[in-house]
Structures are given as structure tokens and as C-alpha cells.
């Protein structure tokens, strides 16, 4: 099971990774899942029972998809025989605290919001939420409205933050959330999907569009032209 943050996403996604006895951690092990398809790999420290050839972990730890590692935690598999299906038992608690407390971090070495920001977009955020559940045909024009804005303003920010990069003296840590937030932004604005009626639609408003039924789909999609 992995962990993941909205604001992070898969680039800090979390798992509980597999130690062995000698400190190092084991090649992903490739799971085939029996139905025809390709199947998948994992590294997560269930697949390390000693068992069809794999190495048996000594112990458990926090691993992040940035390289991040957290303190390593010992396996007691007299506790744990896979062969009795108890392998949910492990208390992964600490684990995954160690891979909050590396989410803290990196959450306070981004850029920071101004206040007044953070404040303004938790004010919309709540007030989207009661116009979905009171006119979500107005819900998804606002949608669209502030994806046009995000489109128009991540743009011109992805201009300056390369603009930025070209001063002589930029930080290493800097550099890395700019190109990191240049590329959201980039691919934010390229993101759009065209309806049948020629409107266009990034791909989240979208998929929210079509659980409403076709007169509601017709209604919204008249409203944004």
C-alpha cells in the first residue's frame, strides 16, 4: 500500500520498503498477477518472505519515491508466518510517521504561499464545495473559469521562473522547485481535452462533466461558451 499527498503526488509517494540483514535494501521483485496481463513490480517489504526464490527482509523502513529513507524497524516473522496470512499484522505506524515527518520537511522547503493567499484559496475551496452541492452546473462553470485563470497564470509564472534561472547566482535547492513547479505549470496549460461541441476542457472538469446526465452535460457546456 502506498502512501501519497495531494500536493506532492506520486513524486513523494510513500511505501514500506524491505531491509536485509546486512543494511541493504533488495532488487524490486517482479509479481505476476496470473491473469494475462504484464504484471507488476514492488519493493514493498511483503514481498520479501524468504519464499519462490526472493531474500527474506530483516527489517522494515519508510521509502520514499524522491530516494528519501527512513529509520529501519525489525521484522519479527515468528510473528508473521506468511504461511498463516498474518502478514497485515506488521505495525507499520512508525514507518509511515518517519514518511510524514519527511513530507513535513519538504513541505517547508517549497516556496511559501503569502497568508492572504492561503486564506483566499481555503475560502474558495469551501465555497466551491457548497455551490457544487447547491448548483453544480454553476460548479463546473467556476471550474473552468479557474482553470482558464490557472492556465493563463501558470504560463506567464513558468516564463518567469525560467527568466529566473538565467540571474547569476540561484540557489541549488531554488533551481530544483523552479524547474519542478515550471514543468506542473507547463503541463497544466497543455493538459486540455475538446468536446464534441468545441469547448475546451482540461481533463479533471472533464471527467467530473460526464457523471452528470446529457442535459446537464448540454447546460454546462453552453454556460462556458
Known amino acids: 500500500m502506498a502512501w501519497q499527498t495531494e500536493e506532492f503526488g506520486a513524486s513523494h509517494e510513500g511505501i514500506v520498503g524491505a531491509v536485509l540483514a546486512d543494511g541493504s535494501e533488495p532488487k524490486p521483485v517482479y509479481l505476476d498477477t ?3 496481463g504484464e504484471g507488476h513490480q514492488t519493493s514493498e517489504w511483503w514481498a520479501y518472505t524468504g519464499r519462490w526464490g526472493r531474500p527474506k527482509a ?4 519508510a521509502a520514499c519515491a524522491c530516494g528519501w529513507r527512513g529509520q529501519t524497524y525489525p521484522i519479527d516473522w515468528d510473528q508473521l508466518e506468511p504461511g498463516d496470512g498474518r502478514l497485515d499484522d506488521l505495525d507499520v505506524a512508525d514507518a509511515y510517521d518517519d514518511w510524514a515527518d519527511h513530507i513535513d520537511t519538504v513541505s517547508r522547503q ?3 504561499l503569502p497568508d492572504d493567499l492561503t486564506e483566499t484559496l481555503t ?3 469551501k465555497q466551491l464545495a457548497r455551490l457544487t452541492d447547491q448548483a453544480p452546473v454553476a460548479a463546473l462553470r ?3 473559469e479557474l482553470e482558464r485563470l490557472a492556465r493563463a497564470v501558470g504560463h506567464e509564472a513558468a516564463c518567469a521562473t525560467e527568466a529566473d534561472e538565467l540571474s547569476p547566482k540561484p540557489s541549488a535547492r531554488a533551481s530544483a522547485s523552479a524547474r519542478t513547479l515550471s514543468a506542473r505549470c507547463c ?3 497543455s493538459c486540455t481535452a475538446r468536446t464534441t461541441h468545441g469547448t475546451s476542457f ?3 472538469s472533464r471527467r467530473v462533466l460526464l457523471r452528470f446526465p446529457e442535459r446537464v452535460r448540454q ?3 453552453a454556460c462556458t461558451r
Open 34 to 36: 496470473g491473469s494475462g
Open 58 to 61: 530483516a527489517g522494515h523502513r
Open 110 to 112: 517549497t516556496v511559501p
Open 123 to 125: 475560502r474558495l475551496r
Open 142 to 144: 467556476a471550474v473552468g
Open 187 to 189: 503541463s497544466a496549460t
Open 202 to 204: 482540461t481533463e479533471p
Open 219 to 221: 447546460r454546462a457546456l
